[in-house]
């Protein structure tokens, strides 16, 4: 059974930073590549953040020199550091794991950001 167990979102004022975290099970953690993707209403979904499993990362600009992968293959977790955060990154932030051939993703539940203005 796959699960993807995401944690850290929450209320921040602008300016300010959230760390989330994504744990995984059930599959071959350092064998996958992992991101991040978000949705607000109104809006489309987005790519914020991958990593992949050598560790290579990448960003848009919307989030770049702002938000931070990374992953913790010991402990099956990817986080994704957000800094200096604005109202328009609030949404809801999806966790992904891409299985390894078939580019399979497995999803968390979401976790909700909202920034304060």
């Known amino acids: 059974q796959v699960q993807l167990v995401e944690s850290g979102g929450g209320l921040v004022q602008a300016g300010g930073s959230l760390r989330l975290s994504c744990a995984a099970s059930?599959?071959?953690?350092?064998?996958?590549?992992m991101g991040w993707y978000r949705q607000a209403p109104g809006k489309q979904r987005e790519l914020v953040a991958r990593?992949?499993?050598?560790?290579?990362?990448a960003f848009p600009d919307s989030v770049k020199d702002r938000f931070t992968i990374s992953r913790d293959n010991a402990k099956n977790t990817v986080y994704l550091q957000m800094n200096s955060l604005k109202p328009d990154d609030t949404a809801v932030y999806y966790c992904?794991?891409?299985?390894?051939?078939?580019?399979?993703?497995?999803w968390g539940q979401g976790t909700q950001v909202t920034v304060s203005s």
């Open positions: 059930g599959i071959i953690f350092s064998s996958h590549a």
């Open positions: 992904f794991s891409e299985t390894p051939g078939t580019m399979y993703k497995y």
């Open positions: 990593i992949t499993r050598g560790g290579s990362t």
